[in-house]
């Protein structure tokens, strides 16, 4: 049974109360060169690099900007290709496989340099990420993956055993890792926040509560409805990823949101955690459940994210779940009392791959499919070069692509109840079972 804190904030990210999500009432022109819908770091790193190119720019976003999920996240950072070469190789060709592995260290490289250049406090730290493989088969796979992140990236690798995880987590769950040691740890909120602060000293236009509920094409570009009347922009990009809705029926269709939880844990005693991840490292599971974990930036609460459920579910019933896996890694965290849950979507697309690229003139940069911290900002930033026709834009990140799959007829992801089902019965029993073989 979950115990809770007396202040306990069930809904509402723990990175909130550093940094919550604030109003932007801008008012948006009647006509600018390019017109941003969504202000996640998508969205606003995009305006930010319209803007710098010396394009006029309004962000609008239909909610409190940074409330989708670029202030939920799990503040994990890192770029490498979720898909193994081959795979990748399978799905575009080699020449984009080889491609999209050699963007890895330029895209981590670009997200350091923005957050220094931008001057953006955001808990910054040099942790490593660790992906840890849950059975003999996923560290077999991981043994490929590090031969070919080591032959077609400028990415550090390290493949760990078992023993050599040893130092690193304080469990024997796992049959090995592979070490990322570059890859970092944010305060995801505060992150967003900077970005915000960059493009108000910009004086770009960001309005909150003004959601875009058409967009017409007109001869010179676009007419968009928003919740301020209409706006017409020469350019428009669309930066909605998870929170995808009805008047974007063709990206609705190829990305959809898949439902990620976090927990935070109660505050503990300074050093109580050190040990149980002495690393400090992030962590990422290879199982179905997808769970990933880290400590807090103070390292005095563990913040466990996962798929609790692959569609909405009550907190607090996937506050248990992930409490129970949680305390399946270290057991001696079973009593520990839980302070935040909250949820946040996914943007999923069918090949696990990011996209930036266009529909008939409507620019997008989305589907991270959980790898937004880097790739959110980075592709977005690429979406406005591509927009403006600046060679920045290049990136082989145009060459993946939103594809539409039989099981998602309509814009509502309804194939996510089965797949729930599937995942939660039968997937994760064999999983379970594999990982004790
Ligand atoms: C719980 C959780 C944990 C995660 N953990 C990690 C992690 O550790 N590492 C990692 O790399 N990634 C992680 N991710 C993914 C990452 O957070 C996202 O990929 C990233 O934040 C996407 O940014 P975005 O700007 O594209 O979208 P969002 O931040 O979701 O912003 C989209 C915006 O579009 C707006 N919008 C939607 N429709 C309209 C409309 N019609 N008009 C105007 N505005 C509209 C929404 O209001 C929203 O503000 C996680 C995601 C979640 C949910």
Not at 182 to 191: G, V
Not at 192 to 206: D, E, F
Not at 215 to 226: D, E, I, N, Y
Not at 348 to 368: C, I, K, S
Request: charged share 20%; with cysteine.
């Amino acid at each position: 049974m979950t115990g809770w804190t007396d202040d306990a904030d069930i809904g509402h990210p723990f990175w909130w109360e550093a940094a919550p999500p604030q109003p932007a009432e801008a008012g948006l022109p009647a006509h600018c060169d390019v017109l941003v819908i969504g202000a996640g770091y998508a969205g606003l790193s995009a305006a930010i690099a319209a803007h710098d190119c010396g394009a006029t720019v309004a962000v609008a976003d239909a909610g409190l900007p940074g409330a989708g999920a670029s202030s939920r996240n799990g503040g994990m950072v890192g770029a490498h290709p979720r898909l193994s070469w081959s795979r990748l190789a399978g799905l575009y060709g080699a020449e984009t496989a080889d491609a999209l592995f050699a963007e890895a260290r330029p895209a981590l490289e670009w997200l350091r340099g923005f957050i220094r250049s931008e001057g953006i406090d955001c808990d910054l730290q040099q942790t490593g990420r660790i992906q840890l493989a849950w059975t003999r088969k996923d560290f077999e796979a991981q043994r490929q993956m590090a031969r070919d992140v080591a032959a077609k990236s400028d990415v550090q690798v390290r493949l760990l055993d078992r023993s050599g995880l040893g130092s690193e987590i304080a469990t024997d769950q796992y049959f090995g890792g592979l070490l990322f040691p570059e890859h970092a740890a944010i305060d995801p909120a505060k992150f967003h926040r900077g970005l915000m602060r960059a493009a108000q000293r910009r004086g770009i236009a960001v309005a909150g509560a003004c959601p875009v509920t058409a967009l017409g094409r007109a001869p010179l570009g676009f007419t968009a409805r928003t919740g301020q009347g209409q706006v017409r922009a020469d350019k428009v990009i669309l930066a909605t990823n998870g929170y995808t809705g009805p008047p974007f029926r063709w990206h609705a269709l190829r990305v959809f949101a898949l439902p990620s939880f976090i927990i935070a844990t109660e505050q503990l005693p300074a050093g109580d955690l050190a040990h149980l991840a002495p690393g400090r490292r992030t962590m990422v599971e290879t199982r179905a459940r997808h769970s990933y974990f880290r400590l807090s930036p103070d390292g005095r609460r563990v913040l466990f994210g996962g798929r609790a459920a692959m569609r909405p579910v009550p907190l607090e019933r996937a506050a248990e779940r992930l409490h129970a896996t949680m305390a399946g890694i270290w057991a001696e965290l079973r009593g520990v009392k839980l302070s935040h849950v909250w949820m946040g979507n996914v943007g999923y697309t069918f090949d696990h791959m990011p996209n930036v690229g266009e529909d008939r003139g409507l620019h997008h940069a989305m589907g991270f499919s959980g790898s937004g911290t880097v790739m959110a900002p980075y592709l977005g930033a690429k979406a406005a070069y591509r927009a403006l026709g600046d060679p920045r834009g290049a990136t082989a990140y145009a060459d993946t692509r939103l594809r539409r799959h039989p099981l998602h007829p309509v814009p509502t992801p309804h194939f996510l109840r089965a797949a729930d089902l599937w995942y939660r019965h039968w997937v994760d029993r064999i999983e379970t079972w594999r990982g004790r073989a």
